[in-house]
């Protein structure tokens, strides 16, 4: 059975919520707890000690969330909005796809679904549009070179981001008139941005070479978007030539594909059979042979035994080079 632990604060009561199946009890306490006597609280729950809370979903949704206390509950299944090898978010032995589940971002921008999709067909006049932040910490260094890679080449827009309304119908009207929307590495490995670029049926060309994506073992998003390392990116041309090259039948298939993957990333309720809320749980279903796997081991190995069972990933993924030639 699969327990989910979520804190839920206002500023005079903060209540500890343990979801199970069929049903959910609440524990309540007069005032907001400190982090660590949360900690102590969950920890001493006999449900956490049965399987040293490998049983538990924790949602941390942030490169900050629970970050103070991380490395206590490792052994729990982390709901991610990504998984950063680098350390500069998520730490070595914390994290790692067998254990955790990567989640999609809520979008940005508006849904063009069928009727919308058919009327902007003809008008996406623009090859390639990028609207964001252009310049960025760690991974997102790759931005700037980009920048000056593309800017002023025909076909591409650039623009710097801006945030509210305006930003948000800028970014949209910009991504319904382009055929391929650019998705580079920011601060973090993955933003709203590629799904905005789902929702607008516009084909994502992803540079970032630590991206998970949600949902990997039940999507192929071969089907939709296109990976390019990095270091193929900023090669003088190489980025707009590969572009150009695709034929016209594979980037409508792309597209009509683009319109089936969508719902997979709407938020919605009720849930829908596929929507995201499904997938999550399809997901988890996976892990719960592995999740018995390690809690019966750790029942029964006694604690001298050097035989530990260590599965985190080192690095979680990169994006083979040479993809351009």
Not at 228 to 240: E, H, M, R, T
Request: charged share 25%; with cysteine.
């Amino acid at each position: 059975m699969l327990e989910c632990i979520q804190w839920r604060c206002s500023s005079r009561r903060c209540e500890c919520i343990r979801l199970d199946t069929p049903q959910c009890w609440v524990v309540s306490l007069a005032a907001r707890p400190e982090k660590n006597e949360a900690l102590k609280w969950v920890t001493e729950q006999p449900a956490w000690k049965r399987s040293e809370g490998r049983d538990h979903i924790l949602p941390i949704h942030h490169p900050w969330s629970f970050k103070s206390v991380r490395r206590f509950m490792k052994n729990a299944i982390w709901l991610l909005p990504d998984m950063d090898s680098t350390g500069n978010w998520y730490k070595p032995g914390q994290g790692w796809l067998e254990k955790d589940l990567i989640l999609p971002y809520v979008p940005n921008v508006d849904l063009c679904d069928a009727k919308c999709l058919l009327e902007i067909e003809s008008k996406r006049s623009t090859l390639l549009f990028f609207r964001g932040r252009l310049k960025r910490n760690a991974g997102g260094k790759i931005r700037a070179k980009l920048v000056s890679e593309l800017n002023g080449a025909d076909g591409v827009v650039i623009e710097e981001g801006s945030a509210g309304e305006a930003g948000k119908a800028a970014a949209q009207s910009g991504m319904r008139k382009s055929i391929y929307c650019l998705c580079p590495a920011g601060d973090t490995p993955s933003s709203a941005r590629l799904f905005d670029a789902i929702f607008s049926g516009c084909i994502p060309v992803i540079i970032s070479d630590e991206l998970e994506l949600p949902f990997e073992g039940i999507l192929d998003y071969r089907k939709i978007a296109l990976f390019v390392s990095s270091s193929d990116a900023v090669q003088p041309g190489s980025l707009l030539k590969f572009l150009r090259s695709v034929s016209p039948a594979q980037i409508r298939a792309m597209q009509m594909n683009l319109a089936k993957f969508s719902r997979h990333f709407l938020y919605s309720n009720p849930a829908q059979p596929m929507g995201p809320e499904d997938l999550i749980w399809r997901m988890l279903a996976g892990k719960l042979v592995n999740i018995k796997l390690h809690t019966r081991r750790s029942q029964r190995v006694v604690k001298e035994s050097r035989s530990l069972c260590t599965c985190d990933c080192k690095r979680s993924n990169f994006t083979i080079p040479a993809l351009l030639s």
